[in-house]
């Protein structure tokens, strides 16, 4: 609205000089012919190759023992890993993977519900979204890519590392307080011998 005033100004200005002034008549129309001409600017066309051009890192840690069982019936974990699997470095791809990721932070199963496993998952969680949004620009290098998506895999490693951490540290305990028993029976042991 405001802009269209403004041109209707400067349109009467004109056309009030035109009429007054002969000579300034035909600069002026040259003037508008040139300032008011379309010039038709295309944007820059960035090709983004949708081929991975990198060799994707691949998992090396293995969940055992009881982290293996907790994973299997772990409905969240399971499909963000068979999304892992099938990964195709699209956006798309890395949507579906921050959707798992998510699914897996809102139901962290109460065994391994710790501080530790929630920020690993916390750290493969913003790891994911960082590739995420490395897809969604125009252009980014492959060396990049590569960088961002070992990051992502290191983040999963380190997640799985925890998660056998906490299986571990809870055995641990077992075994002391198993150890710390047995030592007291022994102590009763020899208290009563001794009297």
Avoid at 54 to 65: C, Q
Avoid at 106 to 135: C, F, G, M, N, W
Wanted: with cysteine.
């Amino acid at each position: 609205m405001i802009l269209s005033g403004y041109f209707f100004y400067v349109h009467n200005i004109i056309i009030f000089v035109i009429i007054r002034f002969k000579i300034m008549r035909y600069l002026l129309i040259l003037l508008l012919f040139i300032s008011c001409g379309e010039i038709a600017e295309t944007a820059p066309e960035v090709k983004q190759n949708k081929e991975t051009t990198f060799n994707p890192a691949t998992s090396r840690m293995v969940l055992k023992g009881e982290a293996l069982q907790l994973s299997t019936g772990w409905e969240a974990y399971q499909t963000f890993i068979t999304e892992l699997e099938n990964f195709d470095h699209t956006t798309a791809a890395a949507k579906r993977l921050t959707t798992a990721i998510n699914d897996m932070t809102v139901s962290i199963p109460e065994d391994i519900s710790s501080q530790p496993v929630k920020s690993r998952l916390k750290v493969l969680e913003t790891r994911i979204k960082s590739y995420h949004a490395l897809l969604t620009h125009n252009a980014y290098s492959s060396t990049e890519q590569q960088k961002r998506y070992d990051q992502l895999i290191i983040g999963l490693d380190e997640f799985k590392i925890q998660m056998m951490e906490v299986y571990a540290q809870q055995k641990s305990k077992e075994n002391l307080l198993k150890n710390l028993e047995e030592m007291e029976l022994e102590l009763e042991e020899n208290d009563t011998i001794n009297l």
